[in-house]
């Protein structure tokens, strides 16, 4: 059980909620805080004496028109109806349930003005896996995620769809079977379900997640394709990494000879005085990789410990402060920078995918006993390159463009949805080129044989060897690529 609470809330702490399937609740703390704001504000509405946007106003261009008290309820219940406005593929399970537990979370400081029943509504939804039906496209990240997070929201008021045990219901069925009534929402209570940056969040932790297990994963990978290759060890040694002392850098090579120790290959004399740089410079592409995602990790999780909707309330000041913490610039661009280190690991994979098949080094061309008659792994290089040149497409940044909207009041937007959007397909197709880079470099490490790896790496060779035969002719590869994906979506 998780209890949400003003506590530090780690990505590391994310990934074991959702790995072991934890319940959530809220704290006496978060309890106190969601209480005391919405008291405060059904007070002030009182005696409140002047507009305040979004919770005695319109929307966006709207904000100058004045509602009355007796329509509050009904403009937010209007408020989540309207901008469920999504289009385009569905966002899978996973991220809706982080959005899910993000909402809760920055819901629970007491600052944003929802009810009680509101919040633990959402996290009903959690606890029971019945997750709302959201889509991709909608999202301008800037007055928070407004289309995706209305959709996620939807099932609250009764509305929309959503996935329960394997099935797409309308909510309204599945509310019935649980006995829950729609939630009748309360002053500036859509605006805080709506404004906020939990689509671009969930996406985010997603594929940081993801792309630290991949980064694991490449220096192994990667480590497998030297040994393979018959390369040259020196470039691992501390020594160089001590004159350009990135932390990325230092760790790689320290990592590879860890990897490497005890093999037999990478001690046996060299006849060749370099290596490519694929080889050569692995510390520093790798290194550099993981100094980003360190980065955009202390980004995302100083966001999700955050209240990201607007107008903030603060009920000991007695203040409803109108401004912009909804705004997706500050985890935008590192989203789009993650895209771009993580294009790279699949990049500089590719290309040791490509020396391995070169026919160098007492290899065969094309990893295959008898070339010409058999193709060989020709092919799956070709789909790394289609992949890695896809990736360069999806590299280019959405958060260095904007597109004013609601008659020019939201004048500058993040379009942090679109990074985070094409940021999970980046991530999706680095683990797709890491797999065959991994297909190839085990099919070329037994053409080495008598000579062996390390102990660390012969182990998890002989682990793939029970999902990925030898390839001694030609094969339909496709089921073998799909079943090198899925090996390295286990951690070793």
Same mark, same amino acid.
């Given at each position: 059980?998780h209890?949400i609470s003003?506590?530090?809330?780690?990505?590391e702490?994310?990934?074991?909620?959702?790995?072991k399937?934890?319940k959530l609740e809220?704290s006496q703390?978060a309890v106190?805080?969601?209480?005391k704001?919405?008291?405060y504000?059904d007070?002030?509405?009182?005696?409140i004496?002047r507009?305040?946007y979004?919770?005695t106003t319109g929307f !966006?261009?709207l904000y +100058?028109v004045t509602i009355?008290?007796?329509d509050l309820?009904q403009? @937010?219940?209007?408020?989540?109806?309207?901008? *469920?406005?999504?289009?385009?593929e569905?966002?899978r399970?996973?991220?809706?349930?982080l959005m899910l537990l993000?909402?809760a979370?920055?819901?629970?400081?007491?600052?944003s003005?929802? &009810?009680?029943i509101?919040?633990?509504?959402?996290?009903?939804?959690?606890?029971?896996d019945?997750?709302p039906i959201?889509y &991709?496209?909608g999202?301008?990240g800037?007055s928070g995620d407004?289309?995706?997070?209305?959709?996620?929201?939807l099932?609250?008021?009764?509305l929309?769809e959503v996935l329960?045990?394997?099935?797409?219901?309308p909510s309204a069925?599945?509310?019935k079977?649980? !006995?829950?009534?729609?939630i009748?929402?309360?002053?500036k209570e859509g605006?805080?379900?709506?404004n906020?940056?939990q689509f671009?969040?969930?996406?985010a932790?997603w594929?940081?997640?993801?792309?630290?297990?991949?980064?694991?994963?490449?220096?192994?990978i990667?480590a497998?394709s030297?040994d393979?290759?018959?390369g040259?060890?020196?470039?691992?040694?501390?020594l160089t990494h001590q004159l350009?002392p990135?932390q990325?850098?230092i760790?790689?090579?320290?990592?590879?000879m860890?990897?490497?120790?005890?093999?037999?290959l990478i001690?046996?004399?060299?006849?060749h005085?370099q290596?490519?740089?694929s080889?050569?410079?692995?510390?520093q592409v790798?290194g *550099?990789?993981?100094?980003?995602?360190?980065?955009?990790?202390s980004?995302?999780e100083n966001?999700?410990?955050?209240?990201?909707? +607007?107008?903030n309330?603060f009920p000991?000041?007695?203040?409803v402060i109108s401004a912009?913490?909804?705004?997706?610039e500050?985890?935008?661009?590192?989203m789009d920078?993650?895209?771009?280190?993580?294009s790279e690991?699949?990049?500089?994979?590719?290309?040791r995918?490509? @020396?391995?098949?070169?026919g160098?080094r007492?290899?065969?061309?094309?990893?295959?006993?008898?070339p010409g008659?058999?193709?060989?792994?020709?092919?799956p @290089?070709?789909t790394a390159?289609?992949?890695v040149?896809?990736?360069?497409?999806?590299?280019?940044?959405?958060?260095?463009?904007s597109?004013?909207s609601? &008659?020019?009041?939201?004048?500058h937007?993040s379009?942090?949805s679109? *990074?985070?959007?094409k940021?999970?397909r980046i991530v999706d197709?680095?683990?797709?080129?890491?797999?065959i880079?991994l297909? +190839?470099a085990a099919?070329a490490?037994d053409?080495r044989?008598?000579?062996?790896?390390s102990?660390l790496?012969?182990n998890?060779?002989a682990d793939?060897?029970?999902?990925?035969?030898?390839?001694g002719?030609d094969t339909?590869?496709h089921?073998?690529?799909?079943k090198s994906i899925?090996?390295?979506?286990?951690?070793?």
């Amino acid at each position: 059980m998780h209890s949400i609470s003003k506590d530090h809330l780690s990505l590391e702490r994310v990934k074991e909620i959702i790995h072991k399937k934890e319940k959530l609740e809220l704290s006496q703390e978060a309890v106190q805080a969601i209480v005391k704001c919405r008291e405060y504000l059904d007070r002030k509405m009182d005696d409140i004496g002047r507009p305040v946007y979004g919770v005695t106003t319109g929307f !966006g261009s709207l904000y +100058n028109v004045t509602i009355p008290k007796e329509d509050l309820s009904q403009l @937010q219940h209007n408020l989540v109806m309207s901008h *469920a406005c999504g289009a385009g593929e569905k966002v899978r399970p996973e991220i809706v349930k982080l959005m899910l537990l993000l909402k809760a979370q920055s819901l629970s400081y007491g600052h944003s003005g929802a &009810q009680l029943i509101t919040v633990q509504r959402l996290i009903d939804m959690f606890n029971e896996d019945i997750l709302p039906i959201v889509y &991709q496209q909608g999202s301008l990240g800037a007055s928070g995620d407004l289309a995706p997070l209305a959709h996620m929201v939807l099932p609250l008021i009764g509305l929309g769809e959503v996935l329960y045990k394997g099935e797409v219901r309308p909510s309204a069925d599945v509310w019935k079977e649980k !006995g829950w009534e729609p939630i009748r929402l309360q002053s500036k209570e859509g605006l805080a379900l709506l404004n906020g940056t939990q689509f671009m969040s969930a996406h985010a932790i997603w594929s940081i997640l993801k792309s630290m297990r991949l980064s694991r994963w490449a220096d192994i990978i990667g480590a497998m394709s030297l040994d393979a290759y018959d390369g040259r060890i020196e470039p691992f040694l501390p020594l160089t990494h001590q004159l350009r002392p990135h932390q990325g850098q230092i760790t790689t090579a320290a990592r590879f000879m860890e990897i490497l120790e005890g093999s037999e290959l990478i001690r046996r004399p060299k006849e060749h005085v370099q290596d490519p740089y694929s080889f050569r410079c692995i510390p520093q592409v790798h290194g *550099a990789v993981k100094d980003n995602i360190n980065y955009v990790k202390s980004v995302i999780e100083n966001e999700i410990n955050s209240a990201t909707d +607007n107008p903030n309330i603060f009920p000991d000041e007695d203040m409803v402060i109108s401004a912009g913490n909804f705004h997706g610039e500050p985890i935008a661009i590192p989203m789009d920078s993650l895209a771009i280190a993580m294009s790279e690991l699949a990049s500089i994979s590719e290309r040791r995918t490509y @020396q391995l098949i070169h026919g160098l080094r007492g290899l065969p061309k094309y990893l295959v006993t008898e070339p010409g008659l058999n193709s060989g792994f020709m092919i799956p @290089q070709y789909t790394a390159a289609s992949i890695v040149s896809q990736n360069k497409g999806l590299c280019w940044p959405a958060s260095c463009d904007s597109i004013p909207s609601s &008659q020019g009041q939201e004048d500058h937007v993040s379009m942090g949805s679109n *990074a985070a959007t094409k940021l999970v397909r980046i991530v999706d197709n680095v683990e797709t080129v890491l797999a065959i880079e991994l297909f +190839n470099a085990a099919q070329a490490l037994d053409f080495r044989r008598p000579l062996r790896t390390s102990p660390l790496l012969e182990n998890i060779l002989a682990d793939y060897r029970k999902q990925v035969p030898f390839i001694g002719t030609d094969t339909y590869m496709h089921p073998l690529i799909e079943k090198s994906i899925e090996f390295i979506r286990n951690d070793y």
